[in-house]
Every structure is written in structure tokens, then in C-alpha cells.
T-cell receptor, first 113, second 114 residues
Framework: QKEVEQDPGPLSVPEGAIVSLNCTYS??????FMWYRQYSRKGPELLMY????GNKEDGRFTAQVDKSSKYISLFIRDSQPSDSATYLC?????????????FGQGTELSVKP | DAGVIQSPRHEVTEMGQEVTLRCKPI?????LFWYRQTMMRGLELLIY????????DSGMPEDRFSAKMPNASFSTLKIQPSEPRDSAVYFC????????????FGEGSRLTVL
């Protein structure tokens, strides 16, 4: 079993829809939770960052972490065609493992005009 | 800032040949990571360095793979001999060691082994 599980999709939604992306994980030592966005033929770039449990909002994006359930989510409101990309969840431990990110497989999202 | 620079961007080679991928991290970053991305397995960590020292190479698939970081501004990932199953996009990323997850990725090196 992989440490981080993510449905690869693809996911196709109409413009303006609310998008929900999710990951589950098995390692209870993970403390830092991130979402990266990757456009086609580009490297991933950090989108959202959350420490431990709770919610974080940035514009149209909301990240949620539920450590008790080992489950994280990314919500995109009022989705736009420019949001079409692959979204990867990533996690890391604290301490001397800090910075070593374990990624989910990525969910390919397509927002249709 | 130029960001993380990788070369070559594309490489096509024949099975059995040696492949060397290169990476220049962001100046001032002291952690460097090599990842491999495929459709089947996603983004996998191969090896990472802190202050030019390899910390964890447990993701290196086998002895055909080796990585070096001779100084703070340069790293190589070498595959010798290459095999068709090594075909993938190889990403280099860098970060501040004190940070907790913000990796800055290069644009990747797309390797095809025939």
C-alpha cells in the first residue's frame, strides 16, 4: 500500500463548478500537508500549504486537513479553464525528515468553458 | 531568480547507453531532491541531499542509478546502463533545509530509452 493515495481521475467539470480533490494517507507522522499544481510539461508548483489539522483559505482555494481520519482535501470554487492542470497532494514529517515530500499520484482536472 | 535549471530538457537514447542528467538548484537553497514521474507510479523521490550530503537514497531503483552533488550549485543523476523502463520525466527540486515542504521544481528532463 502506498503511503499517500490519490484518485488519478481524470476529472472534468464545467466552468464555475466547485471542485473537490482528496487524498488519504497512512503515516501518522506526517505533519505538513501541501497541494501542488502541475501544468502540462511543467514542474509542480506549490499551491497551498497547511501545518497539522485545520483549514486554510486562499482566494478560490481552500485546503482542509483531518489528521484523525488521515484525509486531506482541496476545494476550488468558481473553477476556471485556467485551473485545468494536475493537482498533487504532498506530505512530509517534521524533524530530520523535514523537506522530504511524499506525493500522491495526482488528479488530472479539466475545466470546460 | 532563474529558478532550478535542468538539462537536457529532452533525451532520447538507446538501451545500454549512459545517461547523465544535470541540475542547478536555486542559489542559497541547501536541499536538493531528484524525483521521477511516470503515468503509472506518479512522482517518486529517488534521492535527496542536505548541504551536498546524500541523506536518503532509498528510492534509487537499483545500482544502475547514481547521484552526486559535488558542490552547492550542481548535481547529477546518472543511469548506466539505461533500460527502456527508465523512460520517465526526471525532476530536480531544491529548498531551504529549514523549510517544511516548499520545493521549487525545475522543468524536468524527459528521458526516452529505446
Amino acid at each position: 500500500q502506498k503511503e499517500v493515495e490519490q484518485d488519478p481521475g481524470p476529472l472534468s467539470v464545467p466552468e464555475g463548478a466547485i471542485v473537490s480533490l482528496n487524498c488519504t494517507y497512512s503515516n501518522s507522522a506526517f505533519q505538513y500537508f501541501m497541494w501542488y499544481r502541475q501544468y502540462s510539461r511543467k514542474g509542480p508548483e506549490l499551491l497551498m500549504y497547511t501545518y497539522s489539522s485545520g483549514n486554510k483559505e486562499d482566494g478560490r482555494f481552500t485546503a482542509q486537513v483531518d489528521k484523525s481520519s488521515k484525509y486531506i482535501s482541496l476545494f476550488i470554487r468558481d473553477s476556471q479553464p485556467s485551473d485545468s492542470a494536475t493537482y498533487l497532494c504532498a506530505m512530509s514529517q517534521a524533524g530530520n525528515q523535514g523537506g522530504k515530500l511524499i506525493f500522491g499520484q495526482g488528479t488530472e482536472l479539466s475545466v470546460k468553458p | 531568480d532563474a529558478g532550478v535549471i535542468q538539462s537536457p530538457r529532452h533525451e532520447v537514447t538507446e538501451m545500454g547507453q549512459e545517461v547523465t542528467l544535470r541540475c542547478k538548484p536555486i542559489s542559497g537553497h541547501n536541499s536538493l531532491f531528484w524525483y521521477r514521474q511516470t503515468m503509472m507510479r506518479g512522482l517518486e523521490l529517488l534521492i535527496y541531499f542536505n548541504n551536498n550530503v546524500p541523506i536518503d537514497d532509498s528510492g534509487m531503483p537499483e545500482d544502475r542509478f547514481s547521484a552526486k552533488m559535488p558542490n552547492a550549485s550542481f548535481s547529477t543523476l546518472k543511469i548506466q546502463p539505461s533500460e527502456p523502463r527508465d523512460s520517465a520525466v526526471y525532476f530536480c527540486a531544491s529548498s531551504l533545509q529549514s523549510s517544511t515542504g516548499e520545493l521549487f521544481f525545475g522543468e524536468g528532463s524527459r528521458l526516452t530509452v529505446l
